[in-house]
């Protein structure tokens, strides 16, 4: 028998470390506490981790002419290669790049499909998840204050092999375990079975938290109401990953599905399949994000780009962030731990001191105006952690160029989200530039009708009016370099589930080339 058909002896006693550790440290002491551990220095530890126990690593850095025992400071730590899928993640064995090489130390794979649509393989061990969990209690705890009311946790995502709906599920037992009064039920993303599961249990709880894809859990609200079900009396929150929304959206769902209180209603994570939760929202950071998306001059001046990122806190002592030349690396321990990866999603890190800095000197302070939207349930000071910032704007590629103009999806959503058209719309859209010798160059712009909604002239000018507001508002850049004839939108409207535009089961994108 060789030693990889054995019992590994050492996994019982990794797992009730990490269970301990998680399960008996206060979410206080799991943010704050780490005794003042240098983020810079943990990141090289593990970088030391790597080189010794990760073949692939110590292959990558052997190609790269990197020397494991030249990099002795934190500051030698930025000469190191950045990594990514391509030069790293398919270029070895997945056994090699875990820790060893062996991929049985971990317990259980998740898939992902990306941005290509080619899975990926995320092995992971129950220590991975607890970090994640960190993140899940700290939205539970201090946006919805979970440890004191009864709550329903409905896992929307898909269930599977793929990362979100698993994971999930996952992350909320651990907070049922540690003592949080949160019950967990995992329906999927299933609408029917969705809706069976809060008909006969929410009102059994105090709160319930939906959690799933943004444009989905919209369906399920949207879906609900027609199937006579009133959110209001559920106490209903949200947690979402996957996409970026506006504020916009966030009031409208929030006002469909009874949350009275925005900053301490809902939760969006940045997550990847790569390392989990990188960082989420905090009632902090949607109140920033807020009052930016009322002042596009100072979102332009904080994020150099003509839409509004997602806004989240993170903490350095789990997961290390870096930028280069505008987008984001990360490092982090894992099932495969990742050292300087380069994901490819625009944004950057901004320091606690130095928001509120910025904030201050435009006259706006944000710890007061979260005091006063907290409302009566909410215990005091919930939601202020002195956590650095990250902005995601996410990939590039998702962006339509026009007349020299970078056109961002998020832009025309906001247009889609103005009354009445947002009764009128599912939100989902398809945006191309068209700008070819055959026809006047135009954005041409698909948008997929509500359910039972007529197409009509009057909804389609209405449509196109209003997302040309929005871009001019919005967007400098479309406002100084698109001549005024070009433009108005040209807008289509589609019925729901249109197979060429919409399928019905599929992940949406909102742009073509």
Same mark, same amino acid.
């Given at each position: 028998?060789?030693?990889?058909?054995?019992?590994?002896? =050492?996994?019982?006693?990794? !797992?009730?470390?990490?269970? @301990?550790?998680?399960?008996?440290?206060?979410?206080?002491?799991?943010?704050?506490?780490?005794?003042?551990?240098?983020?810079?220095?943990?990141?090289?530890?593990?970088?030391?981790?790597?080189?010794?126990? /990760?073949?692939?690593?110590?292959?990558?850095?052997?190609?790269?002419?990197?020397?494991?025992?030249?990099?002795?400071?934190?500051?030698?730590?930025?000469?190191?290669?950045?990594?990514?899928?391509?030069?790293?993640?398919?270029?070895?064995? #997945?056994?090699? #790049?875990?820790?060893?090489?062996?991929?049985?130390?971990?317990?259980?794979?998740?898939?992902?499909?990306? &941005?290509?649509?080619?899975?990926?393989?995320?092995?992971?061990?129950?220590?991975?998840?607890?970090?994640? !969990?960190?993140?899940?209690?700290?939205?539970?705890?201090?946006?919805? +204050?979970?440890?004191?009311?009864?709550?329903?946790?409905?896992?929307?995502?898909?269930?599977?092999?793929?990362?979100?709906?698993?994971?999930?599920?996952?992350?909320?037992?651990?907070?049922?375990? $540690?003592?949080?009064?949160?019950?967990?039920?995992?329906?999927?993303?299933?609408?029917?079975?969705?809706?069976?599961?809060?008909?006969?249990?929410?009102?059994?709880?105090?709160?319930?938290?939906?959690? *799933?894809?943004?444009?989905?859990?919209?369906?399920?609200?949207?879906?609900?109401?027609?199937?006579?079900?009133?959110?209001?009396?559920?106490?209903?929150?949200?947690?979402?990953?996957?996409?970026?929304?506006?504020?916009?959206? =966030?009031?409208?769902?929030?006002?469909?599905? *009874?949350?009275?209180?925005?900053?301490?209603?809902?939760?969006?994570?940045?997550?990847?399949?790569?390392?989990?939760?990188?960082?989420?929202?905090?009632?902090?950071?949607?109140?920033?994000? @807020?009052?930016?998306?009322?002042?596009?001059?100072?979102?332009?001046?904080?994020?150099?780009?003509?839409? #509004?990122?997602?806004?989240?806190?993170?903490?350095?002592?789990?997961?290390?962030?870096?930028?280069?030349?505008?987008?984001?690396?990360?490092?982090? &321990?894992?099932?495969?731990?990742?050292?300087?990866?380069?994901? +490819?999603?625009?944004?950057?890190?901004?320091?606690?001191?130095?928001?509120? =800095?910025?904030?201050?000197?435009?006259?706006?302070?944000?710890?007061?105006?979260?005091?006063?939207? =907290?409302?009566?349930?909410?215990?005091?000071? @919930?939601?202020?952690?002195?956590?650095?910032?990250?902005?995601?704007?996410?990939?590039?590629?998702?962006?339509?160029?026009?007349?020299?103009?970078?056109?961002?999806?998020?832009? /025309?959503?906001?247009?889609?989200?103005?009354?009445?058209?947002?009764?009128?719309?599912?939100? $989902?859209?398809?945006?191309?530039?068209?700008?070819?010798?055959?026809?006047?160059?135009?954005?041409?712009?698909?948008?997929?009708?509500?359910?039972?909604?007529?197409?009509?002239?009057?909804?389609?000018?209405?449509?196109?009016?209003?997302?040309? !507001?929005?871009?001019?508002?919005?967007?400098?850049?479309?406002?100084?370099?698109?001549?005024?004839?070009? @433009?108005?939108?040209?807008?289509?409207? $589609?019925?729901?589930?249109?197979?060429?535009?919409?399928? /019905?089961? /599929?992940?949406?994108?909102?742009?073509? $080339?």
């Amino acid at each position: 028998m060789s030693e990889g058909d054995r019992m590994d002896e =050492r996994k019982p006693q990794r !797992a009730i470390e990490a269970l @301990r550790q998680f399960l008996e440290t206060p979410l206080d002491r799991l943010l704050g506490g780490s005794s003042g551990a240098d983020p810079a220095a943990q990141a090289l530890s593990l970088f030391r981790e790597m080189a010794a126990r /990760v073949p692939a690593y110590g292959r990558f850095l052997a190609e790269q002419g990197i020397d494991p025992a030249s990099i002795r400071e934190p500051d030698d730590f930025a000469r190191l290669p950045l990594t990514d899928k391509a030069n790293y993640l398919l270029r070895h064995p #997945l056994a090699d #790049l875990c820790r060893d090489g062996r991929l049985e130390s971990c317990d259980m794979m998740a898939v992902s499909s990306g &941005s290509t649509g080619k899975p990926t393989f995320w092995p992971r061990f129950v220590s991975d998840e607890l970090g994640t !969990a960190a993140r899940f209690e700290q939205a539970f705890h201090d946006s919805f +204050a979970a440890d004191r009311r009864r709550t329903l946790a409905v896992v929307c995502f898909a269930l599977g092999t793929w990362v979100g709906g698993l994971f999930t599920t996952a992350c909320c037992r651990h907070l049922a375990a $540690k003592g949080y009064p949160i019950m967990v039920v995992a329906p999927g993303n299933n609408k029917t079975e969705i809706w069976r599961v809060v008909r006969e249990l929410a009102p059994q709880f105090e709160q319930t938290v939906l959690l *799933g894809y943004p444009p989905f859990l919209k369906d399920v609200i949207d879906g609900g109401i027609a199937e006579g079900i009133d959110w209001r009396p559920f106490g209903v929150k949200l947690v979402m990953a996957g996409e970026v929304f506006s504020e916009e959206w =966030r009031d409208l769902v929030g006002e469909r599905a *009874g949350i009275a209180e925005p900053a301490f209603g809902s939760v969006a994570l940045y997550g990847t399949a790569d390392a989990g939760v990188l960082g989420n929202e905090t009632p902090l950071s949607i109140t920033i994000r @807020r009052h930016l998306g009322q002042d596009p001059e100072a979102a332009r001046a904080l994020f150099g780009e003509s839409r #509004l990122p997602t806004l989240v806190q993170y903490d350095p002592r789990a997961r290390y962030f870096e930028t280069r030349d505008g987008t984001l690396l990360f490092s982090g &321990s894992n099932g495969v731990p990742l050292l300087r990866y380069h994901i +490819a999603d625009k944004g950057g890190i901004v320091p606690y001191d130095a928001m509120l =800095r910025f904030l201050a000197e435009r006259g706006f302070d944000p710890v007061a105006a979260l005091a006063r939207e =907290r409302g009566t349930a909410t215990p005091p000071g @919930r939601g202020l952690r002195s956590l650095p910032f990250v902005y995601v704007f996410g990939r590039s590629n998702f962006t339509v160029s026009y007349f020299g103009a970078n056109i961002y999806p998020e832009n /025309v959503t906001v247009g889609l989200e103005q009354p009445p058209i947002a009764g009128w719309v599912t939100g $989902k859209f398809v945006l191309q530039a068209v700008e070819g010798l055959d026809q006047a160059p135009h954005l041409a712009i698909a948008v997929e009708l509500a359910p039972g909604i007529a197409a009509e002239d009057a909804k389609r000018d209405a449509i196109a009016q209003s997302i040309l !507001a929005q871009l001019l508002r919005l967007n400098s850049e479309f406002q100084a370099y698109t001549p005024p004839e070009y @433009r108005l939108p040209r807008v289509t409207l $589609k019925p729901t589930g249109d197979p060429d535009w919409f399928p /019905v089961g /599929v992940k949406h994108r909102y742009t073509r $080339k």
